[in-house]
C-alpha cells in the first residue's frame, strides 16, 4: 500500500502546494437482538484511499478501487479542482514518522459470535426480569488500520480496534412507556471492553424503570440541582464541545448543525461560574474516541476549551487552524477513508473539584437531583438546551427523598455554567456516537464529568 | 469493479435457501460554501457491496467497499452463520417472480454544480442575505440487485443543496433535492436562495413570547423533520417490537382528516426514487395515512408474513421503512394560511428532534431559521429560544389546514428527502429557555 501511496504522493508533490493521501481499511462485525430474538449478524469490511490537495482552493478525492488507472483520475480531478475559486487555508506541517496501535490483549478478531450472543442473552434475560416489555442489544466491534503520509514529510501508521454496545430498555404499563437508551464504548481489545461492566451499569440503569414510570413529577419552579456525571457528560459535550470548534465559530458548518455563540465575541468570552473547567482529551487510553494522532496526522493532546469559567483553547484541524492563524491541535477527525477530516471532540468532560458528592446534596434545601437523562436538544448556536431526567429524586434538606419524573431544565448555556457553585471529586464516563458533516460523520466520544451543583435552576 | 455474476455463481454453490446480491456503483461531487466563498470541493468514486445470505433460519449480511478478497470474505460470513444461531423472526425474502426492471436515467452532464453553488448564492443575495452558506451535491448512482427469484438494474442522476441566509443573527434556510427530470437545476437553486435570503431579511422586529399552546404554521421543512423522525413508527419492524402506538391502529382513525400521507418511491422528481427495495421487490407508492385514516404499514416480505399481509416493497429486510414520504396538497396557498391566523406562529425549520418516549412519539424540536409570531394574520415579529415540545399522535391529529403549495425538501439529516406541505396545527405546545 506505502508504494501505491508514494505514486500518488509524487502526483501531488508535482501538482500541488501540498498534498496528503490516507487509506484507511476496516474490518467489523455487528449482532443484534430485540425482545429475546436474535436478529442476525452482520459483517462489513471497508477501505479506500482519500486524496486531499491545496493550491487556489482546496479538493479532496475519495476512491475504493485499487486499479491505478482509476485512482489517477480522481487523482487528477482533485488537483483540478485545487485549481479553481474557493478558500485554500490548509495547515502545511509534516515531518512527522511514527507508528501506534490501540488493540488490547484480547483482540477483537478473537472474538467469538457465541460471546457476543451470550453476552446480549444474559443482558436480555435480566432486563426481562425487571419487567421491560421492550429489550433491544447491540455489539458491535471494528478493526482499523490507517496509514497517513503527507508532501511535508509525514508518514504515519496506525492500528486500533473499538468495540461498542448499544441498548434499548421500555417498560410499558397502559399507555405509560419509560424507555432509556444506553451506548457504551471503547478503545482496544475485549480486556478494555470488560472494564466497562457493561452488564451492571445496564441493569443499574433498567431496575428501577417501574418505580421510575409511576413516580410523580416534579412541581414546575425553581430548584437548586444537582446533574451526576453522565448529565454533565452530555452538557459538556453539547453545551462546551461542539461551539469551541473553530470550524462551527468560523461558520464552515453553518447550514448544517450551525454555527457557534461563541462566532464574532472577543476571547476569552465569560461562560459562567470560576469553580468550572471543561477539557477535550484523545489522549485517555481505553476511551471511545482514543487516538495518539489525529486523521491529519498532528499529534493528540488535551485542552482546556473552558478554564475557570472562561474560553480557553478551540478544537481545530489543520483547516479551521490555518483560518484562524493558530497551530491545529490535534482535533482533525474523519469518522473513515472516505470522509474529510473535521474539527472534532474525542473526550469531553467537567474537570472535577474536591468535594463529594455528599457534601453536594448537604447542602441543598429544597432540590432535585438527576441521575440519568432521557430527551435532550440544544439550538443551532449551541446556547439554548434541554435536558429532560430520567431517574431523578427530590432534595429535602440536605437528604435524597422521593423519585420525580422527568424533570426537564431548559435553559441557556451561560445560565447554566454561571449557576454552577459545586463540583464533585467523582469522574466518570459514558459513550456517544457525535454526529456532524455532510456526509455526516458519527465519530466514537467519550463525555463525562463529576456531580456538579447547580443553584435556582427553573425546572418544568 | 466488482462482478455480481462472479458474486452469483460464488454464492449459488454454498447452497443457500436465499440470497441477495446489490452492487452501488456511484460518483458524488460536492462544493461546500461558507460565507460566500467555496471551502471544498469532494469528489468520490465509490462501490458498495452487499450481499445477503439466509439458509433455512440463518442469515448474514455482508457489506464491502470493494472486491477483493471477496470469496474469503462470503466465506467466513457464511461458516460464522451456519455455526451461528437462528433468527426466528425471519421469514425469508420474496420468493415471487417478477418483470425484471432495466431503466437507465440519462446522465445529466449540460449542468454544472459552481452553477447551482452561484445560484443559491446570488438568489441569496437578491433576497436580501449578508452572507450565505450552505453545499451541493450531485449524484450518479449504478444500482444493480441479484437475487434469488429477480434481477433489476437502473440508473439514477439526482442532485440536492442546503442554502442558509444569514442576515445578523437572523437566518433562513432551504434545502432541496431533485432528479436530472427537472430541466432548469440553477432557477431552482436561484428560487431557493432567495426564499432563504428573503426569510433572514423580513423586517420584523425582535419580540417577547410566553410558552404555551399555539396555532402554529409549520413549514414543509418543519413537517418533514417531524415525519422523518416519526417515519419509523409506520414500519412494521416498530410494531413488532412494541414501538409503535400506532400498533393496533390499522383502518382507525389516528390523525386529522385533513391528513393524507403517502409513501412515494415511484415519484421521479425526488432524490429518492427507488425503483425496487432491499430484496427485489419492485416499489410501488402506497397511502399510508388517508384522510386521517391509517391505511397501512411498511413491510418487507418477511414482516408481512409475520403479520399475514403482503410486502409493500419497503425492505430492509429485517427493517422495512418508509422509502419517500409525501403529502397530499389541501388548497389553501400559504400566504392565505398566514391570514387566517388570529393569534399564532410561523416556524420556518427545525432540527434536534429527540424523544423522551419513542413509542408514543413524545418529543421536543428546536425551531430556526424563521420563528414569526403572527397576530390578525400578519407576521408581526421574530421571537428566538423556543421549542416545540408535543406528541406526533396529537400534531397529527390537530392539523387543522394543509397548504397547496408542495415541496422537494431535504435538509442534512433532520429532514429525510420528501415531498411536503406546509400545515396548520392548533395547540401546539411551544416552550422557552429560562
Known amino acids: 500500500m506505502i508504494e501505491l501511496m508514494d505514486r500518488i504522493l509524487e502526483k501531488l508533490e508535482k501538482g500541488s502546494k501540498y498534498g496528503e493521501v490516507r487509506y484507511m481499511s476496516g474490518e467489523g462485525t455487528q449482532s443484534s437482538m ?21 493550491n487556489e482552493s482546496i479538493g479532496m478525492g475519495f476512491i475504493s478501487s485499487f486499479d491505478l488507472g482509476k485512482i489517477e483520475e480522481v487523482v487528477d480531478k482533485v488537483l483540478r479542482n485545487s485549481h479553481r475559486n474557493g478558500r485554500n487555508g490548509l495547515f502545511t506541517s509534516g515531518g512527522v514518522k511514527d507508528r501506534w496501535d490501540a488493540l488490547g490483549k484480547h483482540k477483537v478478531e478473537d472474538i467469538q459470535s457465541s460471546d457476543r450472543i451470550e453476552l446480549m442473552k444474559s443482558i436480555d434475560e435480566m432486563m426481562k426480569s425487571h419487567s421491560l416489555s421492550v429489550r433491544i442489544n447491540a455489539i458491535y466491534h471494528r478493526k482499523s488500520k490507517q496509514i497517513y503520509q503527507n508532501t511535508s514529510g509525514s508518514l504515519i ?39 466497562l461492566n457493561v452488564y451492571q451499569k445496564i441493569e443499574d440503569t433498567v431496575k428501577n424503570l417501574k418505580e421510575i414510570s409511576a413516580s410523580p413529577s416534579a412541581k414546575p419552579g425553581r430548584y437548586d440541582v444537582v446533574i451526576s456525571p453522565e448529565i454533565a457528560g452530555i452538557v459538556a459535550h453539547e453545551s462546551c464541545g461542539h461551539p469551541t470548534e473553530w470550524d462551527r465559530i468560523s461558520g464552515r458548518e453553518g447550514s448544517l448543525a450551525g454555527e457557534s455563540f461563541l462566532t464574532g465575541k472577543k476571547y476569552p468570552y465569560k461562560i459562567g461560574s470560576p469553580v468550572v473547567s471543561v477539557i477535550d482529551d484523545p489522549t485517555i487510553k481505553g476511551s471511545y474516541g482514543y487516538y495518539k494522532y489525529d486523521d491529519e496526522g498532528i499529534k493528540a493532546r488535551k485542552r482546556y476549551l473552558y478554564r475557570n469559567g472562561m474560553t480557553d483553547e478551540f478544537i481545530h484541524s489543520r483547516e479551521s487552524a490555518s483560518n484562524y492563524g493558530v497551530e491545529p491541535n490535534g482535533g482533525g477527525r474523519a469518522s473513515d477513508w472516505d470522509m474529510e477530516p473535521l474539527a472534532r471532540m474525542s473526550t469531553t468532560y467537567i474537570e472535577p473539584g474536591d468535594q463529594t458528592f455528599e457534601e453536594l446534596i448537604e447542602d441543598v434545601k429544597n432540590g432535585i437531583y438527576i441521575k440519568t437523562y432521557t430527551e435532550w436538544n440544544i439550538d443551532d448556536i449551541r446556547f439554548n438546551e434541554k435536558y429532560v431526567g430520567s431517574e431523578a429524586f427530590l432534595i429535602e434538606n440536605g437528604k435524597l427523598k422521593g423519585r420525580v419524573r422527568k424533570p426537564a431544565i431548559e435553559t441557556t448555556t451561560v445560565n447554566f455554567y454561571s449557576s454552577i457553585d459545586a463540583v464533585s471529586n467523582e469522574l466518570e464516563f459514558s459513550a456517544g456516537t457525535c454526529g456532524k458533516g455532510d456526509p455526516e460523520q458519527g465519530v466514537e466520544t467519550w463525555m463525562g464529568g463529576p456531580s456538579v451543583r447547580l443553584r435556582n435552576i427553573y425546572i418544568s | 469493479m466488482a462482478d455480481i455474476d462472479l458474486i452469483k455463481r460464488k454464492v449459488g454453490k454454498l447452497g443457500l435457501d436465499s440470497f441477495v446480491i446489490r452492487i452501488i456503483k456511484s460518483e458524488v461531487e460536492q462544493i461546500r460554501f461558507s460565507n460566500n466563498n467555496v471551502d471544498l470541493r469532494n469528489f468520490w468514486v465509490k462501490e458498495g457491496i452487499s450481499i445477503f445470505l439466509n439458509s433455512g433460519k440463518k442469515l448474514t449480511d455482508i457489506s464491502l467497499d470493494n472486491d477483493s478478497d471477496i470469496e474469503e470474505k462470503i466465506d467466513r460470513a457464511y461458516r460464522s452463520m451456519m455455526g451461528g444461531e437462528d433468527s426466528n423472526t425471519f421469514n425469508g425474502i420474496n420468493p415471487e417472480k417478477y418483470n425484471s ?38 449524484t450518479f448512482t449504478d444500482d444493480r440487485i441479484v437475487t434469488t427469484f429477480n434481477e433489476h438494474h437502473v440508473t439514477y442522476d439526482d442532485f440536492n443543496f442546503d442554502v442558509r441566509a444569514f442576515n445578523g443573527q437572523n437566518t433562513g434556510q432551504e434545502g432541496i433535492h431533485f432528479s436530472s427530470v427537472e430541466k432548469n437545476p440553477v432557477e431552482i437553486a436561484r428560487n431557493a436562495g432567495y426564499e432563504a435570503g428573503k426569510t433572514s431579511s423580513l423586517k420584523v422586529p425582535m419580540i417577547g413570547f410566553e410558552p404555551g399552546d399555539y396555532e402554529t404554521l409549520l413549514s414543509p421543512y418543519v413537517i418533514g423533520n417531524i415525519f422523518s423522525y416519526c417515519s419509523s413508527l409506520f414500519s412494521a419492524y416498530s410494531v413488532e417490537m412494541g414501538m409503535s402506538y400506532l400498533e393496533e391502529s390499522l383502518g382507525k382513525k389516528v390523525a386529522s382528516s385533513s391528513l393524507s400521507l403517502m409513501d412515494s418511491p415511484m415519484n421521479l422528481s425526488g432524490s429518492s426514487y427507488s425503483a425496487f427495495d432491499d430484496e427485489g421487490t419492485p416499489c410501488f407508492d402506497k397511502k399510508l395515512i388517508n384522510k386521517g385514516v391509517l391505511e397501512s404499514f411498511v413491510h418487507s416480505y418477511s414482516t408481512a408474513v409475520a403479520a399475514k399481509t403482503k410486502t409493500t416493497g419497503n425492505a430492509g429486510i429485517i427493517n422495512p421503512q418508509p422509502i419517500q414520504l409525501s403529502m397530499e396538497n389541501g388548497n389553501k396557498a400559504v400566504d392565505s394560511m398566514i391570514q387566517s391566523i388570529d393569534k399564532g406562529l410561523y416556524i420556518k425549520n427545525a432540527w434536534y428532534t429527540r424523544f423522551q418516549d419513542n413509542r408514543n412519539a413524545v418529543f421536543s424540536t428546536v425551531p430556526r431559521d424563521g420563528i414569526f409570531k403572527v397576530e390578525n394574520g400578519e407576521i408581526k415579529g421574530r421571537i428566538s429560544g423556543v421549542r416545540i415540545s408535543d406528541s406526533f399522535g396529537k400534531i397529527i391529529n390537530n392539523i387543522t389546514d394543509v397548504s397547496k403549495e408542495l415541496k422537494n425538501v431535504k435538509f442534512w439529516e433532520e429532514v429525510f428527502p420528501s415531498i411536503m406541505a406546509s400545515a396548520i396545527v392548533s395547540d401546539l405546545h411551544v416552550t422557552k429557555a429560562f
Do not use: H, P, W
Request: net charge negative; proline share 0%; hydrophobic share 30%.
Open chain 1, 34 to 54: 430485540r425482545n429475546s430474538e436474535f436478529q442476525g449478524e452482520a459483517t462489513s469490511s471497508g477501505e479506500g484511499i482519500a486524496v486531499r490537495a491545496l
Open chain 1, 157 to 195: 501508521e496506525s492500528k486500533f480496534s473499538r468495540i461498542g454496545y448499544f441498548m434499548v430498555g421500555g417498560y410499558k404499563d397502559g399507555n405509560s412507556f419509560e424507555e432509556i437508551y444506553r451506548q457504551f464504548g471503547t478503545t482496544g481489545g475485549m480486556d478494555n471492553f470488560k472494564d
Open chain 2, 101 to 138: 426492471i432495466e431503466r437507465a436515467r440519462e446522465r445529466e452532464k449540460s449542468v454544472e454544480l459552481d452553477d447551482i453553488v452561484a445560484g443559491c448564492v446570488e438568489g441569496a443575495r437578491d433576497g436580501g442575505s449578508e452572507r450565505t452558506t450552505g453545499l451541493a451535491y450531485r
